[in-house]
């Protein structure tokens, strides 16, 4: 039986795109984005909690990515929830989450505050699926 393992993500861009190659030479960029819900806690007290998810782009989405996109900006993200664990310089086995992006719709303009939408990698299917020659394996980081 098929599974189903879909992410979407509405929120702030909270660093710059960094743009990478794998040694095969496929661009692979990855970005923070920011999501916030408000709700009243049992006191009704208002609060806000926020959540900070890493994507990761590859190929013609990253490289339109790392172009287009900057800190500050409103996205829309939509791919595939990647887990995996790894070594730390520590020692310590540590644990990481990605959004292993399939779309990116761009929700503002960039400079003008002005509401509109790009969409990258969209349309009824998506602009990059991951092949077995790229991988999250494959980061150079």
């Known amino acids: 039986m098929a599974g189903l393992n879909k992410m979407m993500v509405i929120g702030n861009v909270g660093t710059d795109p960094e743009m990478?190659?794998?040694?095969?030479?496929?661009?692979?960029?990855s970005f923070r984005i920011a999501t916030s819900r408000s709700?009243?806690?049992?006191?009704?007290?208002r609060?806000?909690?926020?959540?900070?998810?890493?994507?990761v782009a590859w190929n013609s989405?990253?490289?339109?990515?790392?172009?287009?996109?900057?800190?500050?900006?409103?996205?829309?993200?939509?791919?595939?929830?990647h887990s995996h664990t790894y070594q730390g310089n520590d020692g310590q086995t540590r644990f990481r989450n990605e959004i292993i992006a399939s779309r990116v719709l761009?929700?503002?303009?960039?400079?003008t505050g002005e509401q509109?939408?790009?969409?990258?990698?969209?349309?009824?299917a998506p602009a990059f699926e991951p092949s077995e020659a790229s991988t999250?394996?494959?980061?150079p980081f």
């Open 20 to 29: 990478r190659y794998t040694p095969n030479g496929s661009p692979v960029t």
């Open 39 to 45: 709700y009243s806690g049992q006191d009704g007290e």
């Open 116 to 124: 509109g939408s790009e969409d990258v990698g969209g349309g009824a």
């Open 61 to 81: 989405l990253a490289e339109q990515v790392n172009q287009y996109l900057n800190k500050g900006r409103r996205a829309y993200v939509e791919g595939r929830l």
């Open 136 to 139: 999250p394996d494959d980061l």
């Open 106 to 111: 761009f929700l503002d303009r960039a400079g």
């Open 47 to 55: 609060k806000q909690e926020t959540e900070w998810f890493t994507v």
